[in-house]
């Protein structure tokens, strides 16, 4: 692996103003990062670019909303976070220092444990006589940490809350409400971009592994019983993919599938889930990141979360760490919506209406409202609640028993006051749990993984590569040397260039060529260039920043120029 690589980007994110460790001055706190002035433009267009690919293209499916940070303790108990969103921790007796169990592990034997439980971490720990890597001492027993960030609500300190690890969860509970507003039709996909706070515990990996993050992420909603995907055939090209199958035989090397073959085999489980990874797959490659170096991996039982069916893992290869995650691909099934259903007691469920009404045989459950009003007077609802409450055979089990009386709950109630009757119903519709899948990514990472990919020398001279529509800073104008003449007409072009809706920057310190090798280094990738022949003929030459190759254009044509360039109409060779 190349470590030198590495180094230099962060040496460069530092000094150029892409990113660096927050709080620096008292030290650093590790897991937190600022993004500069390039850093914060560079993710902004990553942000639309990903809004562009899941939303604006799928505007007839997908939605966009935004919901708090903070997520009350009822939320997150339903979802099942409070209990499941935990990680391995180990305290080295001797320092006191702490570390991520089945990390450690893997690292000082190789052995790869994610998602393997407590006793069996604690197992591999004495049988590889794993100790603290900075002391030597002795490791104590594994535990599990929660990973959420826990704050209080207002003033009382019971009212506890979270700051939320997904977005995914703001927009189950107002599941029903967007239903509505989309004119209640499945499927429907909504999207959310937001900041996300996980309580690592000990975050390394730079930008790879942060405690507060920014998640781009879609659940997308469908019928579980018309599972059937309308936009699969737009799905081009193959999807590499390392089934969980081929994992647990030893095989590491992933495998090309037609997408219909993935979903055939049954390699994927549901048609939403594998058209979701192709625009996935897609996006990344609009990124600049090239297929070799992009595949799926499926995870394991053990490794899914506690809410997946089946997940996938988008991995890419960078510099130092090899492979790594850049998205999830989950198929959460009606999991998230049925709990919440559970806990708030809310209907989470949609009306699927049938093609033609069918007429059903069903049993119903009549009682002697009148009966039972003047039996139990004021707990006369709590009384019929019960009746209707129970299941109806288990209600025909109790009838068809000797006397007069049967017992629900606390109550003796008169057989005379229930009924149970055969009756037959046109019926127009049923009601269902939507199932989901859900595509997310987080952004920051991806301003490392563009940042590597880009990231070229050529001799002394360092290129960031960025494509052209992800580059923060989209055009320089320099004058050609410091004259009176030449200064006004380059800042008349800078100006209307930002007038027109760019990021320029504007050079006239040192020669040409070191303020086209400044601009290179943070990944412009158009310079304009005034010169002499400008005040004779209004031309001015545009350079481009990978092939270095030149040509003029009249200065009244500038805007459009960069416009074409910019959306590649435009290539100068």
């Given amino acids: 692996m190349n470590y030198d690589k590495y180094e230099k980007i962060v040496e460069l994110a530092k000094r150029r103003g892409f990113y660096w460790p927050s709080y620096e001055v008292y030290g650093g706190v590790a897991g937190f990062y600022d993004l500069g002035p390039l850093g914060t433009l560079l993710k902004q267009r990553i942000i639309e670019k990903w809004r562009n690919w899941f939303v604006k293209k799928h505007q007839d499916l997908v939605v966009e909303v935004e919901t708090p940070v903070i997520t009350p303790y009822k939320v997150l108990e339903a979802s099942g976070h409070v209990k499941h969103f935990t990680d391995p921790i180990v305290e080295c007796l001797k320092c006191g220092r702490k570390y991520r169990a089945d990390q450690l592990i893997e690292e000082s034997s190789k052995v790869k444990v994610e998602g393997l439980s407590v006793d069996a971490l604690n197992r591999i720990l004495r049988e590889y006589g794993v100790r603290c890597p900075m002391c030597g001492g002795e490791l104590g027993e594994v535990r599990l940490f929660n990973l959420l960030f826990t704050t209080t609500i207002g003033p009382y300190a019971q009212d506890v809350g979270y700051l939320r690890p997904e977005t995914a969860q703001g927009i189950f509970v107002s599941f029903k409400r967007i239903y509505e507003a989309f004119r209640e039709r499945l499927p429907i996909g909504i999207a959310q971009i937001g900041r996300v706070a996980r309580n690592e515990i000990s975050p390394r990996q730079g930008m790879v592994r942060l405690r507060e993050f ?76 090239p297929s070799s170096d992009m595949y799926f991996e499926e995870k394991l039982s053990h490794e899914r979360a506690h809410y997946s069916l089946q997940t996938f893992d988008q991995l890419v290869r960078i510099s130092r760490w090899g492979w790594i995650e850049v998205s999830g691909h989950a198929y959460r099934g009606d999991y998230d919506l049925s709990m919440h259903m559970k806990f708030s007691g809310q209907e989470f469920t949609v009306f699927k209406k049938f093609k033609e009404p069918i007429v059903i045989k069903s049993k119903k459950v009549l009682v002697n409202r009148a009966l039972l009003g003047r039996l139990f007077k004021d707990k006369a609802d709590e009384v019929i609640n019960s009746i209707l409450s129970t299941n109806i055979e288990d209600l025909e089990k109790l009838l068809g028993v000797g006397g007069d009386y049967i017992e629900i709950g606390q109550y003796l109630i008169p057989k005379s006051s229930i009924s149970i009757r055969e009756v037959v119903e046109k019926v127009s519709g049923k009601r269902i749990i939507p199932h989901v ?137």
């Fill in 437 to 573: 899948v859900e595509p997310s990514f987080g952004a920051e990472r991806l301003v490392l993984v563009i940042l590597d990919h880009s990231y070229h020398e050529e001799g002394d001279r360092v290129v960031l590569r960025i494509p052209r529509d992800l580059a923060p800073i989209q055009v320089a104008v320099f004058p050609l040397v410091n004259d009176d003449a030449l200064e006004v007409k380059a800042k008349e072009i800078y100006n209307e260039l930002i007038n027109n809706g760019f990021y320029v920057i504007y050079d006239d310190s040192g020669s040409i060529g070191r303020r086209y090798a400044r601009a290179d280094e943070i990944g412009v990738p158009l310079a304009i260039t005034v010169d002499y022949q400008t005040l004779d003929d209004s031309t001015v030459t545009l350079r481009d920043r990978d092939s270095r190759k030149q040509i003029r254009v009249r200065a009244n044509y500038v805007v459009k120029a960069v416009t074409d360039f910019l959306n590649y109409k435009l290539n100068i060779e």
């Fill in 214 to 289: 920014t998640i781009m992420e879609v659940e997308f909603f469908f019928d579980p019983e018309e599972p059937e995907c309308n936009l699969i055939n737009e799905c081009k090209g193959k999807l590499r993919i390392l089934p969980a199958s081929d994992r647990a035989e030893g095989i590491e090397e992933p495998s090309e599938y037609d997408v219909n073959e993935a979903i055939s085999e049954g390699v994927i489980k549901t048609p939403w889930l594998a058209y979701w990874m192709c625009v996935a797959r897609d996006f990344i490659l609009d990124l600049g990141i």
